[in-house]
């Protein structure tokens, strides 16, 4: 199992946290999430994905890679 963390900009509350993770999880071959509100680090968990899926997906939140 993999390991990337990214840096998503604009993200301010829970419900930030709560969009980015469920989109972030529907990613094929992610298997954890984990958002740091804080810092604006998601860490990504699991085999077979590519950061433009991630990127993607953050982007379908309504947020933006770093």
Do not use: P, R, W
């Not at 199992?1 to 900009?9: D, H, P, R």
């Not at 469920?22 to 990504?44: I, P, Q, R, Y």
């Not at 085999?47 to 933006?64: K, P, V």
């Amino acid at each position: 199992m993999s390991e990337k963390t990214y840096t998503v900009t604009g993200m301010t509350c829970q419900h930030c946290v709560d969009a980015v993770t469920s989109e972030v999880s529907g990613v094929a071959g992610v298997d954890a999430v984990a958002v740091d509100l804080g810092t604006g680090n998601v860490t990504v968990q699991g085999e077979g994905f590519s950061d433009d899926e991630i990127a993607a997906a953050i982007d379908e939140a309504g947020y933006a890679l770093a």
